[in-house]
């Protein structure tokens, strides 16, 4: 499927958003179509394994807007690969306004869908808005202290201060003005990056698309301190799902069961690493499908309101 491309603004910056269009009406109301707006985490783009998902979505008479935070991917931004946790969950706020505009959608059934950080991003924005219908969080990170205490199950503590103390830099750097100090998103193992697990490399670039650079501003992992979605997780008030992955290196499931119970949401439990429910991976088209059956159930028209 070949998705349309359009543009919206958040924060005064024009984003990028890819418009795949519902194959079928059979979720389609007088009002319209639900919609699905939907981000890669933390330094993702759109092309990088989004398509699948937002493919199946389509196919389940679901339309989808899949769009790139500002500063990454073809949105536009400067400067450029900075994760700011709140600038991502102001475009997703944003995302959700251009949903409600696109030709044939219905504005009384928007969803959420994110993954690893937009996980939590996804959550934060429902605890936001009221208008949101439905939300999905795979492998959600939504503690970055309990993600830090993770991480040290998984890394030498001596690469975890070298990885503090180059975020730190890149702070001071950007503060007088200079330009942030860079590191690769994802690393072999014992290499400089922010993902650094055996695996994590080939696992990112069998998804990778051609917008996406291999590299972030080295702060990112003092953001990943503010990711503490579990103090607004009460506030959601729609139907959500989380898919967690027991075997998670990367975001603890521990800390999802801990927001998934919060937010009251329905669970689905994979016994696999982060990256395993992507696609080409054992445990994508469990997930997908979960998630499909979970929209099409919350997003579905009342009896009365079919054309």
């Known amino acids: ?28 109301t007088h009002a319209g179509r639900p919609v ?18 937002a493919e199946a979505f389509a196919a389940a008479g679901i339309d989808v807007l899949a769009f790139d935070y500002r500063g990454f991917g073809a949105s536009e931004g400067r400067p450029r690969q900075v994760v700011s946790v709140r600038a ?34 996804v959550l934060e ?29 998984h890394h030498p503590p001596s690469q975890l201060l070298r990885s503090t103390g ?23 193992p014992g290499e400089r990056g922010a993902f650094t697990l055996p695996g994590a490399l080939e696992d990112y670039l069998s998804i990778a698309g051609p917008t996406w650079r291999n590299e972030v501003d080295a702060s990112v992992v003092m953001e990943l301190g503010k990711a503490r979605v579990g103090r607004n997780a009460r506030q959601v008030r729609c139907p959500v799902l989380v898919q967690i992955a027991d075997l998670d290196r990367s975001a603890p499931p521990q800390a999802a069961a801990k927001v998934a119970f919060a937010a009251r949401a329905e669970v689905r439990h994979y016994p696999c690493d982060h990256f395993d429910v992507w696609p080409g991976k054992d445990w994508h088209r469990p997930a997908v499908a979960h998630a499909v059956h979970f929209l099409q159930r919350k997003l579905a028209p009342a009896p009365a309101s079919t054309p």
């Open 166 to 188: 180059t975020g730190l830099r890149s702070r001071v750097s950007a503060a007088v003005g200079a330009d942030p100090v860079m590191i690769p998103v994802v690393a072999r």
């Open 1 to 28: 499927m070949r998705p349309d491309t359009l543009t919206f603004t958040s924060g005064g910056v024009t984003c990028e958003a890819w418009h795949f269009a519902a194959e079928h009406d059979g979720l389609t």
């Open 36 to 53: 699905v707006v939907m981000a890669h985490g933390m330094a993702g783009t759109k092309d990088s394994g989004l398509a699948p998902f």
């Open 125 to 153: 924005a429902a605890a936001l808005r009221a208008d949101v219908a439905a939300v999905v969080a795979m492998t959600p990170l939504v503690d970055g202290f309990a993600a830090a205490r993770h991480a040290l199950q």
């Open 88 to 121: 991502q969950v102001e475009d997703y706020l944003a995302a959700l306004d251009a949903a409600a505009h696109l030709p044939r959608a219905d504005p009384a059934r928007l969803a959420l869908w994110g993954v690893s950080m937009a996980g939590g991003h």
